[in-house]
């Protein structure tokens, strides 16, 4: 299992663009893939579940990634993150 904490620099947060990439790349992985902040839990394959925790730019989350792939899920939703999900 690996947990990372990261966090969200882009303005907007995971509005409906980023948290649709967030979710179509996790899913691309057969790991669990859990965020965690502000006290909920949301499955990071679910993209209803992903935009309930209403995050914003400038917060914090934790990635949780078990699993036979978690390595390269955990390295490629960590990359789409500090990429700004391609935002300016």
Partial sequence: MIE????????????????AQFVQKAAGFQ??????AGG?????K?????????LTGGRSF???VDGADEQGCADALRALV??????V
């Fill in 4 to 19: 990372l904490a990261l966090t969200l620099t882009n303005k907007a947060g995971l509005h409906a663009r980023p948290a």
């Fill in 31 to 36: 790991s669990k893939v859990t965020i965690a």
């Fill in 40 to 44: 909920k839990t949301a499955d990071a």
């Fill in 46 to 54: 679910s993209i209803l579940a992903v935009m309930s925790l209403a």
């Fill in 62 to 64: 934790t990635l949780t």
């Fill in 82 to 87: 500090e990429s700004n999900f391609g935002e």
